[in-house]
């Protein structure tokens, strides 16, 4: 709920000081042991990660950026990693299908190329969250084929 009423309310706020920024990773490093402590039922844990992974694809201003650094230390286990690691690369997938598309339609070469960068920063970031999340929860070898 922090990270979408900060979105929400920091829409179009210039900080080029990263000031606002700032003080949001401050304020996720803070709580990272407690997100990723488990306590929470699995579901709610599921929802909320998810909620937090949307906040972030929605944010266009740069101001969660952090998240996909931060997002693998909120994992609580195996079985989250696993359901997460799917549904990222789903989502890395979806960004790469769409600068495909972007490429093929380059009727505007200025737009096509802001679009076609943010749908690949979008898709290496989600298919590096899942590449860490498998590393750190599921089976190293299993990874590396």
Known sequence: MLTERFVAAG??????????????QREYE?????????????????TLLRRLLD????????????????????????TEAAVLVVELGEIADAYAREARVLEEQGSDPSRWDIETSRARTRRDLNARMATEIRLRYLDADEVLE
């Not at 803070?30 to 699995?42: I, W, Y």
């Not at 906040?55 to 195996?78: H, K, M, N, Q, T």
């Open 55 to 78: 906040a972030w694809l929605a944010d266009e201003y740069g101001y969660l950026d952090l998240i996909p650094r931060l997002f693998p230390s909120f994992v609580s286990g195996a």
């Open 11 to 24: 829409c179009g706020i210039d900080d080029s000081w990263g000031i606002l920024g700032g003080a949001l």
């Open 30 to 46: 803070r709580l990272t042991p407690e997100l990723a402590a488990g306590s929470v039922d699995a579901e709610v844990r599921l």
